[in-house]
């Protein structure tokens, strides 16, 4: 398989396992994009306050 398993230790592995491993081969093949934290809300926050 894509993601390094064979078929018999597909089918011996717990779902939610290879759930993560699908979803880590996804990350790794299609990439991943950092998540805004709070602090960045709140500068985009104060950006947009300061517009004129």
């Not at 078929?7 to 396992?17: A, I, K, N, Q, S």
């Not at 759930?19 to 985009?44: C, H, M, V, W, Y």
């Amino acid at each position: 398989m894509k993601i390094g398993l064979s078929r018999h230790e597909t089918l011996v592995l717990p779902f939610g396992e290879l759930l993560d491993f699908i979803a880590i081969q996804q990350i790794k093949s299609e990439g991943a994009k950092r998540k805004p934290t709070i602090d960045d809300n709140e500068s985009e926050f104060m950006r947009l306050l300061s517009f004129k």
